[in-house]
């Protein structure tokens, strides 16, 4: 993957359309972060399992997924401004309902809930860059987008764990799933005004395959039961695995079918036929994956000691944060010094050697001194991710055709929630085990499972079509394709 100097390249309303989606993308980004850092006092406060806990950071991911591929057709044919004011709708009803929350199935729910409308919002976010933005402005439009994120890390934990040491515990993870709503609503305000309008409804039907979307969703639901539930080992967890198969043919033969019924199936023949496409969704999901599992593991880890209050952890964490917005504002003068390849090889480098050393001293070290390690190796996991992310994003993004923008960036983000659901569950098991209680072996396993997931992020880089396919016109300059849309703005 090459790279050169390039110029802005886009629509003369693109910059009100941007801020309206970096305020959606602060608000859900900002719910995100807060979740890993409640979950101790939601488990104290309505008394949740292990299994109660895994779900409620895994639940966001899984319909975050589910929404995104209807979402990204139906914008990419009707506009995106209506779907993404209906997914901070979702969002917002979902957020309240898991304020009041009773007990710990409902909560979940209401993640359900918020996931979907998330994974709404977000089709629409990266449709929009990718219809208004092209070369190197599309590019710089990611690395916005990747700090924005950046941001919400560092003021998110912070604020949850302010408000977590200064009430109680039923309180507390109320007040903490509160504060983002507010964003929210500024966020509907923002999209109202900037989003481009509605676009002429076309008399051609709009195909969802919402029945191939499902049994993908179903797919990852059953491969993650036998990490969740404890009762699901040996033979039963052995047969779940095989229903999880017996779907996937499933799948194969209904995607099949649809296809040669004339409509677009999930997996649009289009992008499943580019090499770099896939494999850039590898990549981008092992990443995504891993480094959300590993961020939750090491979190949980550190929240249950009693010499680290919630605050303190969010503090020294914080810098990590701030170094994935730097990450993200240096990429694209490192891709142009670099090359891409080179860039994404640094940063899922560095991630894959982080993770690794931190199984490595986990046991060896006195919590202490991990924890000085940690918050140390936070900076260079944010320096990755800020490099990796918008990279990654456009390469894999630049090999959709125009037509296929919203459905390419919302199967790009469906692959990597689905990895998230699975990963993060994984990781939480594995370092909660079935007493809720983690240790250092334990937290070394899972970050062990993380680097492995990195290292195999790192190898599928190498491919030849990632690497010479698409990352050129990812960051140079190319005329933006007309967006009816934002004409009628």
Not at 207 to 218: A, E, N
Not at 425 to 449: C, F, P, R
Not at 456 to 481: E, I, N, Q, Y
Request: hydrophobic share 60%.
């Amino acid at each position: 993957m090459t790279a050169q100097s390039a110029g802005p390249a886009r629509t003369p309303r693109a910059r009100p359309a941007l801020w309206a989606c970096l305020a959606a993308g602060f608000a859900t980004l900002f719910d995100a972060t807060v979740i890993t850092y409640a979950a101790p006092a939601v488990s104290s406060s309505l008394g949740g399992s292990t299994a109660g806990t895994q779900w409620l950071l895994a639940s966001f991911s899984l319909t975050f997924g589910l929404g995104l591929i209807p979402s990204g057709r139906l914008g990419d044919v009707y506009g995106r401004r209506p779907l993404f004011l209906l997914g901070l709708g979702i969002f917002l009803v979902g957020g309240v309902a898991a304020v009041a929350a009773p007990t710990i199935v409902v909560l979940v729910a209401a993640r359900f809930v918020q996931g979907l409308g998330a994974g709404v919002i977000s089709a629409q976010v990266l449709g929009v860059i990718q219809d208004l933005f092209a070369g190197a402005a599309r590019l710089r439009a990611l690395a916005a987008y990747t700090a924005v994120g950046g941001c919400a890390g560092v003021l998110g934990p912070v604020l949850a764990a302010v408000l977590l040491g200064a009430v109680g515990a039923d309180a507390a993870w109320r007040l903490v799933l509160l504060t983002p709503l507010p964003l929210v609503v500024a966020a509907l305000v923002l999209g109202w005004r900037g989003m481009p309008a509605a676009r002429h409804a076309r008399a051609t039907r709009v195909w969802l395959d919402l029945p191939g979307i499902v049994l993908l969703c179903l797919i990852v639901v059953a491969l993650t039961l036998p990490v969740v539930e404890p009762g699901l080992s040996g033979a039963a967890g052995i047969g779940v695995v095989v229903f999880a198969a017996g779907l996937a043919v499933v799948l194969v033969l209904w995607e099949h079918r649809y296809h040669r019924s004339g409509r677009l199936p999930l997996f649009a023949p289009a992008l499943v036929r580019s090499r770099g496409f896939v494999v850039g969704n590898i990549v981008a999901l092992l990443w995504f994956g891993s480094g959300i599992a590993a961020s939750s593991a090491v979190t949980l880890y550190f929240l249950q000691s009693p010499a680290l209050s919630a605050l303190l952890i969010a503090l020294v964490f914080a810098p990590g944060a701030l170094a994935r917005v730097g990450g993200s504002l240096v990429s694209l003068p490192v891709v142009h010094r670099l090359g891409a390849s080179a860039t994404v090889w640094i940063g899922l480098g560095l991630q894959t050697t982080l993770f690794a050393g931190l199984a490595i001293s986990a046991p060896l070290l006195p919590d202490g001194a991990l924890f000085v390690v940690a918050a140390a190796a936070q900076i260079g996991l944010g320096i990755g991710g800020g490099l990796v992310e918008p990279v990654v994003r456009a390469s894999t993004l630049s090999f959709a055709p125009p037509e296929l923008h919203g459905v390419a960036a919302s199967f790009l983000q469906l692959t990597q929630r689905l990895a998230a659901t699975f990963l993060v569950a994984l990781a939480a098991g594995i370092l909660l085990t079935s007493t809720g209680v983690s240790t250092a072996a334990t937290l070394q396993t899972a970050l062990a499972t993380c680097a492995l997931g990195s290292l195999v992020a790192v190898l599928a880089s190498f491919d030849p079509a990632f690497r010479r396919a698409g990352a050129k016109d990812a960051v140079t300059p190319v005329r933006p394709v007309p967006v009816a849309s934002a004409a009628d703005a």
